[in-house]
């Protein structure tokens, strides 16, 4: 008889990463790992999410590295993302384009996984805005 091996379903995790530090960024994708395990109720493959590579000169460098994140979810079999995902313009494409396909999906509260959310948020919102 040929035993048959367990293929582990795979996750997207979608994390704000403009801002942070990669230590922050991975604790943040740890927990969202065991929650994601919790709520679909199967050990899962995470979809290595985090680009550790520089964009090409001369490109918008948040549009790359989001079109290089939507590459990786064709993988997915599960995604996990946050509330208050607008705050942070890649996590909101990333949550919408699993939800137009049809990617089981769950979000968690943003506090919970990235204690410093509002601090890079309003970083970012500043560094956005002109000066008047």
Same mark, same amino acid.
């Given at each position: 008889?040929?035993?048959?091996?367990?293929?582990?379903?795979?996750?997207?995790?979608?994390?704000?990463?403009?801002?942070?530090?990669?230590?922050?960024?991975?604790?943040?994708?740890?927990?969202? *790992?065991?929650?994601?395990?919790?709520?679909?109720?199967?050990?899962?493959?995470?979809?290595?999410?985090?680009?550790?590579? *520089?964009?090409?000169?001369?490109?918008?460098?948040?549009?790359?590295?989001?079109?290089?994140?939507?590459?990786?979810?064709?993988?997915?079999?599960?995604?996990?993302?946050? *509330?208050?995902?607008?705050?942070?313009?890649?996590?909101?494409?990333?949550?919408?384009?699993?939800?137009?396909?049809?990617?089981?999906?769950?979000?968690?509260?943003?506090?919970?996984?990235?204690?410093?959310?509002?601090?890079?948020?309003?970083?970012?919102?500043?560094?956005?805005?002109?000066?008047?």
């Amino acid at each position: 008889m040929i035993k048959k091996e367990k293929v582990m379903k795979k996750l997207f995790i979608s994390c704000p990463m403009n801002g942070r530090t990669e230590e922050n960024i991975r604790n943040s994708m740890e927990r969202m *790992h065991k929650i994601a395990e919790a709520t679909f109720g199967e050990e899962l493959e995470v979809i290595p999410t985090y680009i550790p590579e *520089h964009a090409p000169d001369n490109v918008n460098r948040r549009l790359w590295y989001l079109g290089e994140s939507i590459k990786l979810m064709a993988e997915a079999d599960y995604f996990i993302g946050v *509330h208050f995902e607008s705050a942070f313009a890649g996590c909101n494409v990333e949550r919408n384009v699993a939800s137009e396909y049809g990617i089981p999906s769950t979000y968690v509260d943003i506090s919970i996984v990235m204690p410093d959310a509002w601090e890079i948020a309003n970083r970012n919102y500043t560094a956005a805005c002109p000066k008047q």
